[in-house]
């Protein structure tokens, strides 16, 4: 349960919405015992149940000071059924999310005023355009978000959305409806002042949209719209003058119209991200970034078949704002494309994401860019072409700012950066490791030693390290670990999950072992002189732990400890009297 509450510490606002089992009775119970509701959400069964129409009663009289309601209906299989609950809770509903309806029949027999005060509707199921038209009447006044979503409308008869609304409060709309027309979408719009659209499943042409003003429009998702090409998205920017966030996936965008776009104002994106959008060329992505690039800080390109050697081309500067690049699942994408975009983005990029690409890291020495850039945080996982030399290379050219490495199921052991003498990452804070399953000992030894003394989180989860050895004796890289992981770790042993403890024992708040074999009896002779800052401490699965294990690791770091798994594990409790 998620609670929320005021200056005077009393919970005022109550969130049951990740209970799906409240019951009628435990909602009667609930009324009766809380002194103030003022606000509440829920999850609401069998509407047409007596029982429930009874607790709402209550509720709603026990506490008139409620102003808001927000109500989750699963698995409504006859709409009219949630008309009963109206006359108790229609003045003070402000939030309702219906999913899953299997039958709309009693939507049209809802009368005005019996939503006043709802502000976000959510509807998944089955609906006719017409019945869209009719529960849109009974709360445009007030309605601020709308979301069709997963939406299957039955087209039984020739209507439209009618062209004489006006909804002065709307501000997000959600469709993703297959049989909503533009010409819909587009009424829809010339009704209010929509400050963030998402639409799914349409066939957009931009056609009608050309004649509507978006000029408040600050963020367009776009997803499955496969006719949606330049030329209809040349059309949606240029009536958006304030738009910040664009989201396209599934499209059929290239981008190679727009050399000839022009725009009265400064384009605004600041994010924009293409998600599978397989038609994207190299050209296109960069004569789109030279139009409307100017402010983005984010770029995330997912699954796309850019190489990004088309970067190469000229000497522009593209996005001279980004901080934030994400080429996950770009296979195609190339190492030269890489130095490429990152020579003509890279001035303030922070943030690199080149997760499930095929980057080796196999380049050639001229690459000097890379020593330039600020780059703070890289993700390499799943990166199953990139090995050692091309790890180190990636290193010596990226390493020096980095605080986040994230390298979970690399093929690389480490061992070959023993022979840079210098710190390649003496910033680092946080390293994963997970599922490296090549990593050695004496690799993690080497990476380790790379490190400064910023480290603060070492994620280990399902390697082959033992822990022994690992750490250097007269390196502090591990002195103010706060978070490790060791979980899956068969082979990690007692002396090394303990030698590398024994580094990090004044500042470690997390320790996770999960079905290691360690017996803990080692722990307890650890020795440092402040105390024990651990919080959480997970044994699941250790078969091996011992209670005289457990007792010494507890007085030895129980202090502060918050949270302790000991699930399948052959702890008896005798010895514990001694802690």
């Given at each position: 349960m998620r609670v929320e509450q005021d200056e005077k510490k009393l919970f005022k606002h109550w969130n049951f919405q990740d209970f799906k089992k409240m019951n009628s009775k435990e909602l009667s119970k609930f009324s009766d015992e809380v002194k103030i509701v003022e606000g509440l959400s829920l999850v609401l069964h069998s509407p047409n149940d007596d029982a429930w129409l009874s607790s709402l009663k209550h509720l709603i009289e026990s506490h008139p000071e409620m102003q808001d309601l927000g109500l989750i209906i699963d698995g409504l299989d006859i709409f009219e059924r949630f008309g009963k609950c109206l006359p108790i809770i229609g003045h003070v509903l402000k939030e309702l999310l219906i999913t899953s309806c299997t039958c709309s029949d009693g939507i049209e027999d809802l009368y005005p005023g019996s939503l006043p005060v709802l502000e976000t509707l959510k509807y998944d199921g089955k609906m006719s355009i017409f019945e869209v038209g009719h529960l849109l009447?009974?709360?445009?006044?007030?309605?601020?978000?709308?979301?069709?979503?997963?939406?299957?409308?039955?087209?039984?008869?020739?209507?439209?959305?009618?062209?004489?609304?006006?909804?002065?409060?709307?501000?997000?709309?959600?469709?993703?409806?297959?049989?909503?027309?533009?010409?819909?979408?587009?009424?829809?719009?010339?009704?209010?002042?929509?400050?963030?659209?998402?639409?799914?499943?349409?066939?957009?042409?931009?056609?009608?949209?050309?004649?509507?003003?978006?000029s408040t429009l600050t963020e367009l998702h776009v997803h499955q719209c496969l006719i949606l090409n330049d030329s209809a998205l040349k059309t949606l920017i240029k009536k958006c003058p304030m738009l910040n966030i664009l989201h396209l996936s599934k499209t059929q965008i290239n981008g190679e119209q727009f050399s000839d776009l022009q725009l009265g104002f400064t384009p605004q994106i600041a994010h924009l991200e293409l998600k599978n959008c397989k038609t994207l060329t190299d050209a296109g992505l960069a004569t789109?970034?030279?139009?409307?690039?100017?402010?983005?800080?984010v770029i995330k390109i997912r699954g796309s078949d850019i190489t990004g050697e088309g970067f190469a081309q000229g000497h522009f500067k593209f996005a001279p704002k980004l901080e934030i690049l994400d080429l996950t699942g770009c296979q195609a994408m190339t190492?030269?494309?890489?130095?490429?975009?990152?020579?003509?983005?890279?001035?303030?990029?922070?943030?690199?994401?080149?997760?499930?690409?095929?980057?080796?890291?196999?380049?050639?020495?001229?690459?000097?860019?890379?020593?330039?850039?600020?780059?703070?945080?890289l993700d390499l996982s799943k990166c199953q072409e990139l090995f050692d030399p091309g790890f180190l290379t990636i290193m010596s050219n990226l390493g020096a700012k980095l605080k986040v490495l994230q390298l979970a199921h690399a093929n690389i052991t480490g061992e070959n950066m023993s022979d840079f003498k210098s710190k390649l990452l003496p910033e680092l804070e946080f390293l994963d490791l997970a599922f490296c399953r090549h990593i050695t000992d004496t690799g993690l030894k080497v990476i380790l030693n790379h490190c400064g003394n910023k480290l603060k989180k070492l994620n280990l989860l399902r390697t082959e390290i033992t822990g022994e050895g690992v750490v250097d004796?007269?390196?502090?890289?591990?002195?103010?670990?706060?978070?490790?992981?060791?979980?899956?770790?068969?082979?990690?042993?007692?002396?090394?999950?303990?030698?590398?403890?024994?580094?990090?024992?004044?500042?470690?708040?997390?320790?996770?072992?999960?079905?290691?074999?360690?017996?803990?009896?080692?722990?307890?002779?650890?020795a440092f002189d402040s105390d024990s800052q651990l919080e959480e401490l997970h044994l699941d699965n250790c078969y091996k732990l011992t209670d005289a294990g457990l007792a010494s690791i507890l007085n030895r770091f129980g202090a502060k400890l918050r949270v302790l798994g000991l699930r399948m594990t052959n702890i008896t409790g005798e010895n514990f009297g001694e802690i």
């Open positions: 009447s009974i709360c445009r006044s007030t309605i601020k978000t709308l979301n069709f979503g997963d939406i299957y409308l039955r087209i039984t008869e020739d209507h439209h959305l009618p062209s004489n609304w006006h909804f002065p409060l709307l501000e997000e709309v959600a469709f993703f409806g297959y049989s909503l027309s533009e010409t819909d979408l587009s009424e829809l719009l010339n009704a209010a002042q929509i400050k963030v659209l998402k639409i799914a499943n349409i066939f957009l042409t931009g056609a009608s949209l050309s004649r509507q003003s978006l789109f970034l030279r139009k409307v690039g100017e402010n983005i800080k190492y030269k494309g890489l130095f490429a975009m990152i020579t003509q983005l890279g001035a303030k990029l922070k943030v690199l994401n080149l997760s499930r690409t095929l980057i080796s890291g196999q380049i050639n020495n001229n690459c000097t860019i890379y020593g330039q850039t600020k780059l703070t945080e004796p007269f390196s502090d890289a591990c002195s103010k670990l706060e978070d490790l992981n060791l979980d899956f770790g068969l082979r990690v042993t007692e002396a090394g999950a303990a030698a590398i403890l024994d580094k990090c024992a004044a500042s470690i708040r997390v320790l996770k072992l999960n079905q290691t074999q360690v017996t803990g009896e080692t722990f307890g002779r650890i």
